[in-house]
């Protein structure tokens, strides 16, 4: 039973790293949607990569979130 544990920890970990492209959807308050494409990246460094475009000015406020 403690390998199969370990295997799925192990398993679950390697594919948490892995680098692949991701797609950023921005929703814009008064413009509507946008996506792009953020490439081989891990899921962590891509979801701080799309909420770099976060905003909030002059009432317009832009929300990124990782698709």
């Not at 594919?15 to 692949?20: G, P, T």
């Not at 509507?32 to 953020?38: A, L, Q, V, W």
Request: with cysteine.
């Amino acid at each position: 039973m403690k390998k199969v544990l370990v295997l799925g920890l192990f398993s679950a970990m390697a594919l948490a790293s892995c680098k692949k492209d991701w797609t950023c959807k921005c929703t814009n308050s008064v413009a509507g949607s946008t996506s792009s494409t953020i490439a081989d990246m891990t899921k962590k460094d891509a979801t701080t990569e799309c909420n770099k475009g976060d905003a909030s000015v002059g009432g317009v406020t832009v929300d990124c979130e990782l698709q």
